[in-house]
């Protein structure tokens, strides 16, 4: 199996810290890092088009937040299809694509949820609630992706 840049780059920093694992934590450990720089580019993407629907626009918070959101979806589908997981190529293509929307369906929901809590009821900016939401829907992410997807 070919490794790409990311494993080479996770076995050398394993070797220079004596770090070993076996092989099924090791896939875990990069599958995660891996899902985490997809999330995080998701995510820039995500909070720049949420600010551009806010400031720009004129939108309200949570139509500016579902906006964004789904433009960030699109993205971290494609990405974490071809990068992060290894989707059973046996299933249904439509199928998955179908589970993919979904969970980020799911996940849309709980991000306005908190969205609505922390802005219209904590008074907290928008912008610092997106964090909050985030890192909440993120965890959601992984877990039904590994589960639905692998």
């Not at 810290?17 to 896939?27: D, E, G, M, V």
């Not at 580019?41 to 959101?69: G, K, Q, W």
Request: net charge positive.
């Amino acid at each position: 199996m070919k490794k790409d840049k990311l494993e080479w780059l996770f076995d050398k920093v394993c070797s220079i810290l004596h770090l070993k694992f076996n092989a099924k934590t090791r896939k875990l450990l990069i599958q995660i890092f891996k899902f985490g720089i997809v999330g995080g580019t998701a995510f820039v993407i995500d909070f720049v088009f949420l600010y551009i629907f806010r400031e720009f626009c004129h939108f309200p918070v949570l139509v500016s937040n579902t906006l964004s959101f789904c433009i960030s979806v699109i993205y971290n589908y494609i990405a974490s299809v071809k990068w992060v997981f290894d989707v059973n190529k046996e299933k249904d293509a439509k199928k998955q694509f179908i589970i993919f929307i979904i969970f980020s369906v799911l996940g849309l929901i709980l991000n306005n949820a908190i969205m609505w809590i922390t802005v219209d009821f904590l008074n907290i900016y928008y912008l610092f609630a997106k964090i909050i939401a985030t890192a909440i829907v993120m965890i959601f992410n992984f877990v039904t992706r590994k589960i639905f997807l692998e």
